[in-house]
Each structure stands twice: as structure tokens, then as C-alpha cells.
């Protein structure tokens, strides 16, 4: 009997959680209300106080509301709570400056939403904006304001939080079976502890393949076939844009623990965690090491990359990058500093020449200089340069960040307690902090040198 009543709970709780989901209308709100814009390519516009319309993208709903709805007060105004049981209370609202109204139904939220006017005729808080859409997305919108705290995000159950790890191409077979044996024994240790909350991690794994145009796409069907809630390890180099594109899409939460070019362009992409600025930072920092070394007009660089994708972007922004600073690029033969952007070893020179590689593009393993006294070479490292303490610290930045989210954990409560992180110890050469505006973890960048 105790067997039988066990099943029955376990087949009532699959039942609620399969409930829970959104369905493909509200999953096109929850893209406008977390993201500004349609899944249908409308555009979505707003305004603030009958200022000119801005895209919608730069002032979504969650921005002030929160992604649970309930609204995040800052400086000095306190957005209202608009889940649908607080919008439709049957006696109506009074709000802190003495406005009040009846409830809220379908027709009079659209027009809130569309003309800044609540269910009394008062006009709103001119700190909300008007926004501009389609009948069909105010409706998507609508359809999804009315799920907000009661949908169940993919890869979560009662006893489980299923997380996603994406593996670089099998070109790095060494790195991906190194991940791999460090996130399975971490955990393994985790829920050997039990678990997070009583929920155990179960942790699927996906391999990028070799061609960059192929890895978003891989990344989508692993996220819908697996019903991730959240990616603990992200390998994105490659295909940073777009697989950044992918997870914010699908609203899934990830720290990316591979990515040479960061996304943090605006509007920020709020779903994508790095544990480091990447290429830009470390080729900043060799910049301003290098300069140190050949002071004015005695820095004479030159750039050698390779074909690569990632090899080509680096050179392409280091070039923009001397340009803003009136470098002028010099000629291999009589360059006094080297930016080496290629995988395999710099090759020693009969004068004294200075190597410097930026530590994303290094991988698992360092460079092996032939023998010569001529060459000095300077690496310049983020966050973690070793792949097992790269995915080790995104491990325990997750798994961090699903204790804060606490017992009622949502993919929104996971990406404010992410947000929350101040100066988080991890094992790396610096802690790291996110915020709201924030997306990269630790700007720390070490120049070192390099012994043959």
C-alpha cells in the first residue's frame, strides 16, 4: 500500500508540474514581458512621458516589475505588483499615493499597458511606459502576466533540477573529458549532501560540433530535448552570438565557462553569466602592459594570428583596438612585440622579441617555446586559465546560486540571486560579483610571464 500511494504521488506531481507549462502563447508574453520584443519580428515600442519611442527591448516589464511580477522598488518608485491575483482583487487596489481602482480584466490591462490609464480612468505613474504593439502581442503579453508565479520553467520537478553542460567541439577532446570528470565528481558530492533543497542535480551533457554555424542550433534541440533548467558549463567560444541568442530565447540561465568574446553589448542579455571579460580584457591588459615596457612611440607591435574564427575576431578587434589608440601595426620582421594569436608555440627570434598571448586562446595547455634566450613571452590570464577550475567554478557559482534562489526556486529567482553575488570566493585568482547591470564576473586580468 505504502509502494502503491508512493506512485500515486509521484504520477499527481508529474501531472501538476506538466500543467505548469507554458503554452506557446504564453511563452511569446513571457519573451515580450522578460525581453521587449515579439517572437513574430513586430516591432514593440515605448515612451516615457510622451518622449519619443524607444524599442521596447531597453524598458521590458521585468526591468521594474521583476520577473516573478511583483515589482522591484528603486529610487524612490515602487512599481505595482501585477500578478493577476493581486491585478483582479475583487475590492480593488489602493495604492501608497491614494489612487485607487476597481479590478483589472483582460481589456482594461491592455489598455494600461498601451495608454497608461488604469480601471478608474487615472492616468499611471508617468515612471511606466506606453508601449506600442500588436493586438496579437498585447494579448501573448496579457496571457502571460496571468501565469506569473504559477509556471513550472523546464528541468525542474520536485525532487530535481536538471542542468545542461555544453562541451566544446571534439576537436578539445582533452577539455571536454575533463569537465566532464570534474562537474560529475562535484556532483556526485553534492548530492551525495542531498541535494539542493532536498532536489538532487541531474546533469546532461551536449558536445558542440566542429563547425560554428551548426552550434547554435545544437545548443536549441539540447534545450528543448532535455528540458534544461539552467546550464551550469557553457562552452561558447565559437559561436558567442548566437548561442547567447539561443539561451535567451529559451530563458534559460547559464554561466558560461568558455567564452573568448563576452555578450554584453546593450541591451544586456540578461540570461548569460561569464566568469570573465575574455579576449577584450586580456588583449586590454597586454596593451597596457606592453606599453609600460616600449613607452610612446617605441611600441612597434606586430599581430600574427591563424584562420580560425576565434583567431580572426581577435585579431580583428586588437587591430580597432591599437587603432583607438594611435598604434600604428608594424610590419613582422621589425616588430619589437608580438601578439600572438594563434593555438600553436611562438617561434624564439635572433633579437629580442616580446610575445604576448592572450589566455583564452590557450586552452588546457600551455605554449612550449623552443629554447632561446631572445624570447620573452607574457600571458595574460582572467578569471581561470585551467579548464577543470574554470568548470569547477561554475559549478559551485550554480549551485551557489540555487541555494539563495531558495525552496520556491524559478529560473527568475535563480537570475536574481545570480545577480546578488558579491565578491564570491571560488577558488579562482579573484572573486566574482554580478548585478543587475553586470555580466561579467571578475575584470581581474593578470599579465605574467611565460617560462620556455
Known sequence: MTSFRGILLLLLTASLFAQNRLTPQEERGRRIFERGDSASGQPITASLNGEDHVAASILPCSNCHGHDGQG??????????????????PYGVTHPDGRSHPPYTERLLKRAITMGVDPAGHALNNAMPRFQLSLADASDLVAYIKRLGQAVDPGLTADA???????????????????????????????GAGGVFGRRIEVTFTELPLNPAQQAGTVRDFLGREQIFAVVCGSLTGAEAEIAAVLRDTGTPAMATFAAFPQTASPLNPY????????????????????????????????VASDDGVSRQAAAWLRTRLAKSSIVEAPLPSANAVF??????????????????????????????PPGANTQVFVAQGAASPAADRARASAELMIEGLKRAGRNLTRATLLEA?????????????????????RVGSSDVRVTPRQP
Not at 522591484?72 to 482583487?89: C, F, H, Q, Y
Not at 573529458?177 to 560529475?184: A, E, G, M, P, T
Not at 616580446?354 to 590557450?362: A, C, D, N, V
Open 272 to 303: 548569460v553569466f561569464y566568469l570573465d571579460g575574455g579576449i577584450p580584457e586580456e588583449a586590454d591588459a597586454l596593451i597596457d602592459f606592453a606599453l609600460k615596457e616600449f613607452p610612446g612611440p617605441s611600441f612597434h607591435p606586430a599581430i
Open 418 to 438: 545570480l545577480e546578488g553575488f558579491h565578491r564570491v570566493e571560488t577558488g579562482l585568482h579573484a572573486p566574482v560579483s554580478f548585478g543587475p547591470n553586470r
Open 340 to 369: 600572438w594569436l594563434r593555438p600553436d608555440s611562438p617561434r624564439s627570434s635572433d633579437r629580442q622579441t616580446m610575445f604576448l598571448i592572450p589566455g583564452s586562446l590557450l586552452g588546457a595547455s600551455s605554449p612550449l617555446l
Open 72 to 89: 522591484k522598488p528603486e529610487g524612490g518608485v515602487v512599481p505595482s505588483n501585477i500578478t493577476w491575483d493581486a491585478l483582479t482583487k
Open 161 to 191: 533540477v536538471g542542468l545542461g553542460v555544453i562541451l566544446p567541439a571534439s576537436a578539445n577532446a582533452s577539455t571536454s573529458q575533463i569537465v566532464r570528470r570534474v562537474l560529475l565528481d562535484y556532483f556526485a558530492r553534492v548530492n
